[in-house]
């Protein structure tokens, strides 16, 4: 190839990809000068990465295989544009040979390895085939060219049970599968090439032992065109949920400085046996004692921000500068470890029901500022929208300290002071991870959040004093500023009466919709003298002082900061005893009861059915899977809710199904007769 080509200075940037990570590469390449072109599917008309760039180009319909995936849409997207250089970001067609050569066809550089490079490291399989060859130290696996079930099956025997089944290509978890047995091999193979196809356009698979009890180290390394190659150091990212990576942290707490030495070492080694250019990760699998090298990963890492914050370094900046061709800035040496990072990934999902995506709009975003050692990279705002067509992160949050302890209370704090509404996120459960005593004390593997889910998932606290006096001032608050604009309100005055007093009752349950359990009841008390709040037989004197997201409320002389979201009669509370959604019962009555059962098998978000599991006719006991959708670039498999049998499935595969329409009917097994 030819090396002007490859390696140019240029002065327009297409970001081929969307959310975090695009805006993250447009603000670094503005910083620098350079002209920044987004692009967009119909989804992402409104999106917060096609707002900040200079100028963005519609790619087609929110199916991300007719749009971010459509690389001739892609170059024409740069032609159109003028842009000279391309910059994949990760996911989609970052780890794509075809891309990185198709840019290089169309005269644009690609701010990444060359496709020899990607051919050689980005396949699992041939990186591993290398690796051997180079001497560097492999888990034991068939990462072969045959991929027929035979062939597969013979090979997870060799290995031996227990085995994990990847996708050869792409990464972030998808298309992965642990099997125990010879009886799941069959079932997780299949649905782990359909994840893999739709997630990265190829359902080549290999097959590793499965290591117990691991430990997932990595390395970041980056070269130039120059022949200089560094490594900057590693990273733990042990805490993983289905082997998606949920928090990171550099350096890694596991390893002491010989063993950091020997494992950068082997990352430079692997690199450096294809002269590696651009930014990669080397990832490798530790069992306590050992480190093997299980893939590269030969693009930006979601988790590079922790390795930044360590450094000193801005990796995008360096991966643009070799993509100009100049040499990297520093050498091995002169790379310095300071402190320690960890970061936390906020996603729209919910973690008390199996980590179901959520997809709607976010009407309410406040999250901390970025002082005092805390780092946020955002790809939403508050009024975005979040689709089912992609991935569900929201944002990284990352915190920088001295030392490793006090990185995480400062990140556990900018997660207790994140108030995100309209969607559900994960923000709560994050925080119960990183503070639980076991992960301070790096007592993980990566099968932690599996078996922690219970504790990291508890049930949401019940509203106590403080909660309920917070309801009622919130709900009076709301109702005082919103009558700001006329002059003579009575609710200008807190709790206004000219004469005598009066009294207000309010009702809550908890939850939304209608709530549950039974009705908490409170009373304001207000006219002449001072206000107070009466709940059973304790009367409360009480003060309220607004602020930006809430108010500052003084019970007794005690004074809480509390933040408040109030839509309608469903409120949202956090105070120093954590997060409450409330209800407020209707006080003219019409609440209704009805709502939408657990037993109702319907699409919980849209989707694509990708297999039906089950026929019509079948006795299914509670829990057996009947159908599989594809929702957010990840399979959700709905299943039985009881015993009994399957009526009728409502569906095909290949349907594309909207949130709420009923897709199968289970008749209970005591109410059918043969």
Excluded at 336 to 346: C, F, P, W, Y
Aim: with cysteine.
């Amino acid at each position: 190839m030819d090396r002007t080509r490859l390696y140019r200075r240029f002065r327009t940037l297409l970001i081929a990809n969307r959310g975090e990570i695009a805006c993250r590469v447009i603000r670094t390449a503005r910083a620098m000068g350079l002209r920044t072109v987004a692009v967009y599917s119909e989804a992402d008309r409104d999106a917060m990465h096609v707002a900040l760039a200079d100028e963005a180009v519609l790619l087609g319909p929110a199916r991300a295989r007719d749009s971010y995936l459509d690389i001739e849409r892609l170059i024409e997207a740069a032609r159109k544009t003028g842009a000279e250089a391309v910059h994949p970001g990760y996911g989609f067609l970052s780890e794509n040979a075809e891309f990185a050569q198709a840019c290089y066809d169309a005269g644009l550089v690609f701010v990444g390895p060359t496709a020899e490079m990607m051919n050689a490291m980005g396949s699992k399989s041939g990186s591993k085939a290398l690796m051997e060859k180079a001497g560097v130290p492999l888990v034991s696996g068939y990462h072969g060219e045959a991929q027929d079930d035979a062939t597969l099956a013979k090979a997870a025997e060799k290995v031996g049970f227990p085995i994990l089944v990847k996708a050869s290509a792409g990464g972030g978890g998808r298309g992965m599968r642990i099997v125990r047995s010879a009886a799941e091999l069959g079932p997780a193979i299949v649905s782990a090439k359909r994840e893999a196809k739709a997630a990265f356009g190829d359902d080549r698979m290999l097959i590793e032992k499965y290591v117990d009890n691991p430990r997932h180290i990595e390395v970041q390394i980056i070269g130039d065109s120059h022949g200089n190659l560094l490594s900057l150091f590693e990273r733990e990212c042990t805490l993983q949920r289905r082997h998606q990576k949920v928090i990171e942290e550099a350096p890694s707490p596991t390893l002491n400085a010989a063993q950091r030495e020997t494992v950068c070492a082997a990352a430079r080694k692997a690199a450096g046996a294809v002269n590696y250019v651009g930014a990669g990760t080397i990832e490798f699998v530790s069992d306590g004692k050992d480190v093997f090298f299980i893939e590269m990963n030969t693009r930006l890492q979601v988790e590079h921000p922790v390795t930044e914050l360590i450094t000193g370094v801005d990796l995008v900046e360096w991966q643009l500068r070799v993509a100009f061709g100049e040499a990297l800035p520093l050498k091995q040496d002169e790379i310095k470890l300071n402190g320690h990072a960890i970061e936390a990934r906020v996603y729209a999902e919910n973690p008390t029901k199996n980590f179901m995506p959520s997809v709607g709009r976010i009407s309410t975003w406040r999250l901390p500022a970025e002082t005092g050692g805390l780092r946020i990279d955002a790809g939403y705002r508050e009024g975005d929208s979040v689709s089912p067509y992609y991935d569900a992160m929201l944002a990284k949050m990352i915190a920088w300290a001295p030392t490793r302890e006090v990185a995480i209370d400062r990140l556990n704090r900018a997660l207790e002071d994140s108030d995100v509404r309209g969607i559900v996120t994960n923000i709560p459960f994050l925080s119960a991870l990183i503070t639980h005593p076991k992960v301070r004390a790096n007592a993980i593997d990566t099968g932690f959040i599996e078996r922690e889910l219970a504790v990291l998932t508890p049930a949401a606290p019940a509203p106590g004093e403080l909660e309920l006096c917070a309801a009622v001032a919130a709900i009076v608050n709301d109702e005082r500023q919103a009558a700001q604009g006329e002059p003579r309100s009575p609710w200008q005055t807190f709790g206004w009466q000219p004469v005598g007093r009066r009294q207000r009752n309010f009702a809550f349950r908890v939850g939304h919709g209608v709530g549950h359990g039974p009705e908490q009841k409170i009373a304001l008390n207000y006219g002449s003298g001072p206000s107070t709040l009466v709940i059973g037989e304790r009367e409360l004197a009480f003060a309220v002082a607004p602020k930006d997201g809430g108010f500052d409320l003084t019970l007794d002389g005690v004074k809480s900061s509390v933040a408040a979201v109030i839509d309608g009669h469903e409120l949202y509370l956090r105070t120093r005893n954590g997060r409450f959604d409330l209800h407020w019962v209707d006080p003219f009555g019409g609440e209704s009861e009805e709502h939408v059962g657990e037993d109702k098998i319907a699409a919980p978000l849209p989707g694509t059915v990708v297999a039906v599991l089950a026929e019509e006719g079948a006795k299914l006991e509670k829990g057996a899977p009947i159908l599989t959708l594809e929702v957010m670039k990840m399979e959700q498999t709905l299943r039985a809710p009881y015993a009994g049998v399957l009526k009728s499935i409502k569906c095909k595969v290949g349907d594309i199904v909207q949130e709420g329409i009923e897709l199968a009917v289970v008749e209970a097994s005591g109410e059918w007769h043969e």
